[in-house]
């Protein structure tokens, strides 16, 4: 068995699982627990439906790209495992849902081991009960530490960083700011073995009316992790030094329907996933 990370570093649980939660903030609404009340229409917290029906009412679709982002997600999974990838990383996991990534992953091949990782704290403690499987781990960590979040899952054995990886940054991008993208990329290519594979979405302002993205702004300033809105421009230069797949950084339909699934078409929602042909 690989020696797991020790409790308060980068990797390792702050508390334990089965212990009450007694430092959360449950003040503010969480992009997590919007997001998952906007996938499934339950809500954990009235705060976080509040903040999801205002969403909805301002953004037509919002329901729908959340919804779209799930299936692209799936169909990359599943298109990566039979092409060979058995480790994938899903920073920013979110809530767990009716089919996880594990599961897509071993419906494939039942070897594939999957880390899921946030620093949300309602999203752990649901992650750990409801995620915590045979092939599994659930990590306490930011991606905004790519980098070293990658060596501590290599020096612990719960990913071999010498073999190709696929890393999800689906849903998580858009709450980081500007100052932390180019390392979390840079940790990529510089940790990544060649022909990993990195899949991410991102909402995009081309495909927003001035008041829909002041909306979303002014929603997320209420929340734990403000918003970073960009253009296509602006999400497409983060993929150098990754070769994108057919049909590049598009919206989500041209990727297809799964299970009769069909994304909005003229969706803000753009998704691309890239292999890293070469390190740093």
Not at 218 to 225: A, D
């Amino acid at each position: 068995m690989p020696s797991q990370p020790d409790a308060g570093s980068t990797t390792g649980r702050p508390y334990d699982n089965n212990r009450a939660v007694n430092a959360l903030c449950f003040s503010r609404p969480s992009a997590p627990r919007i997001d998952n009340y906007l996938l499934t229409g339950k809500a954990i917290y009235e705060l976080d439906q509040e903040a999801g029906d205002a969403l909805i009412a301002a953004v037509p679709g919002v329901r729908d790209m959340v919804r779209a982002r799930r299936a692209f997600v799936k169909r990359t999974v599943r298109r990566l495992a039979e092409n060979g990838i058995d480790q994938f990383v899903d920073f920013g996991c979110g809530m767990p849902s009716s089919e996880n990534v594990h599961q897509v992953a071993h419906a494939v091949n039942s070897n594939s081991r999957v880390i899921y990782i946030d620093h949300d704290p309602i999203v752990l403690q649901h992650a750990w009960a409801y995620l915590s499987y045979p092939g599994t781990e659930v990590v306490t960590a930011d991606v905004r530490d790519m980098r070293l979040v990658l060596a501590a899952l290599h020096e612990h054995g719960l990913l071999d960083l010498c073999r190709p990886a696929g890393v999800l940054l689906t849903g998580v991008l858009d709450f980081v700011a500007d100052t932390h993208l180019s390392a979390i990329f840079t940790g990529l290519r510089k940790s990544l073995a060649p022909r990993s594979h990195v899949a991410l979405t991102h909402i995009c302002t081309d495909k927003l009316l001035s008041a829909e993205i002041e909306t979303i702004t002014s929603i997320h300033t209420r929340t734990q992790t403000p918003i970073y809105l960009r253009d296509h421009n602006a999400i497409g230069s983060l993929l150098q030094g990754f070769d994108l797949d057919e049909p590049g950084l598009v919206e989500l339909y041209p990727w297809g329907p799964e299970e009769g699934v069909w994304p909005v078409k003229n969706s803000f929602l753009l998704g691309a996933t890239g292999t890293l042909t070469h390190v740093i």
